[in-house]
């Protein structure tokens, strides 16, 4: 069966780096768009960031763009988000999720990794 397992999450302060990673498992990981998701306290889910299958688009929400990156190696089965220049708002659980893209249809997600920013 599918899995997804997030693992890089932990405490920051405001303006540090984390980089979150998900080993998939029980799909042929390649040949899907994977993105990640995030969820807040008190909030729905939120989409962060997608890449294709190949990896030769990626797409990011707005307020991400140009601190985030997304990136995956299909010969490890492995997706992968770097964050750079946290801040307090990028506080949430984060998951990686399977299919889908920005607007949703995401078939699977893992049990997510916590990420706190705060100083």
């Known amino acids: 069966q599918v899995q997804l397992v997030e693992s890089g999450g932990g405490s920051v302060q405001p303006g540090g780096s984390l980089r979150l990673s998900c080993a998939a498992s029980?799909?042929?990981?390649?040949?899907?768009?994977m993105n990640w998701v995030r969820q807040a306290p008190g909030k729905g889910l939120e989409w962060v960031s997608g890449i294709s299958s190949g990896g030769g688009f990626t797409s990011y929400e707005d307020s991400v763009k140009g601190r985030f990156t997304i990136s995956r190696d299909d010969a490890k089965n492995m997706l992968y988000l770097q964050m750079n220049r946290l801040k307090p708002e990028d506080t949430a659980v984060y998951y990686c999720?399977?299919?889908?893209?920005?607007?949703?249809?995401?078939?699977?997600r893992g049990q997510g990794t916590q990420v706190t920013v705060s100083s």
């Open positions: 029980g799909f042929t990981f390649s040949m899907y768009p």
């Open positions: 999720a399977k299919g889908g893209w920005r607007s949703g249809g995401w078939d699977s």
